[in-house]
């Protein structure tokens, strides 16, 4: 398996566009995680998925941000409209749930957000 | 308030030598601890996880200890090399309501050949 998958890698956009950030996780996982990652706030959790299905959306920081899963294979995070302060590197991970176990979660190599 | 927080943001160690991060946490309702490892440019990817009702996990080269009296977390890394130049994160998995994953601050690791 090529590992989860994210795109773009780097997306720099103006403030007030709509900002679309794509993930792929790892086939045969049934969770999905996004995270941002900045300097001041490190990692946070903004949303996740159990097949499919949002389970905790509370990290969402406000209703500009909007996360869906379709399907197994793929999940959208959405920044409607898009403000400076949510430049950021978002990451997409997945895991498998078992009867034991920490639930190890592989992420993706992220998407650098630039938002001018 | 529940956090999980680190001791130390930056390490310095020099190649060969022991390395040794730790980490505070304050809710006793986690039931595995994790450490995670990024790399510049990459994502976190596990190293070694620990359950709640242990002291000591010991995996390749790494060691994490657990204690639970003091709400303390440590990983020791054996002979740093400089691949293991990094952020080191750890983390606590929380069951109650769900399952989710809460990351500490980071810290990084130098090391000097």
Known sequence: DAGVIQSPR????????????????ISGHDYLFWYRQTMMRGLELLIYFNNNVPIDDSGMPEDRFS??????SFSTLKIQPSEPRDSAVYFCASS?????????????PGTRLTVL | G??????LPTLS?????????????????SDYFIWY?????????????IRSNM??????????LLNKTVKHLSLQIAATQP?????YFCAENRRTGGFKTIFGAGTRLFVKA
């Open chain 1, 10 to 25: 780097h997306e720099v956009t103006e403030m007030g566009q709509e900002v679309t950030l794509r993930c792929k996780p």
């Open chain 1, 67 to 72: 996360a869906k899963m379709p399907n197994a």
């Open chain 1, 96 to 108: 498998l749930s078992r009867t034991s176990g920490s639930h190890e979660q592989f992420f993706g």
């Open chain 2, 2 to 7: 529940e956090s999980v927080g680190l001791h």
């Open chain 2, 13 to 29: 160690v020099q190649e060969g030598d022991n390395s040794i991060i730790n980490c505070a946490y304050s809710n006793s309702a």
């Open chain 2, 37 to 49: 490892k990024q790399e510049s440019g990459k994502g976190p990817q596990f190293i070694i996880d």
């Open chain 2, 55 to 64: 002291d000591k996990r010991q995996g390749q080269r790494v060691t994490v």
């Open chain 2, 83 to 87: 691949g293991d130049s990094a952020v």
